[in-house]
């Protein structure tokens, strides 16, 4: 999933109207879905892949799983980390310790108005 720095998923994430990350997760996957029509695999996975991560919530407290699925509905699911190969957790864990890609660079420079 090398290919993430390659999309500017960032700029899709400050469309949010607020600097939260269930509107950024909005705006993510429906850029996901734009790729989609217009056949961009590649690119579809990144902002799927950044958009779902987004969405998930964080369950304070719980350190076996501390993100959990933000939308339940009988036996169906959003993702939590538990969907994920070790690849993709492998990823998720760089770029968390990665300040040049890290997602609250996008929350920081949307809470403080830049572009």
Known sequence: MLEISA??????ALEAELPICHDMADCLLKKAG??????????????????????????VGNDDAPFRAAVVMGTKRSATLDDYDDEELALVHDCG???DFCAS????RHSLGEA
Do not use: K, S
């Open 105 to 108: 660079r996008a929350f920081r």
């Open 97 to 99: 310790h990665d300040e």
């Open 34 to 59: 734009e790729l989609h029509a217009a056949n961009d695999e590649v690119g579809e996975r990144v902002y799927r892949f950044i958009g779902q991560l987004a969405f998930m919530h964080l369950d």
């Open 7 to 12: 999309y500017p998923w960032e700029t899709a």
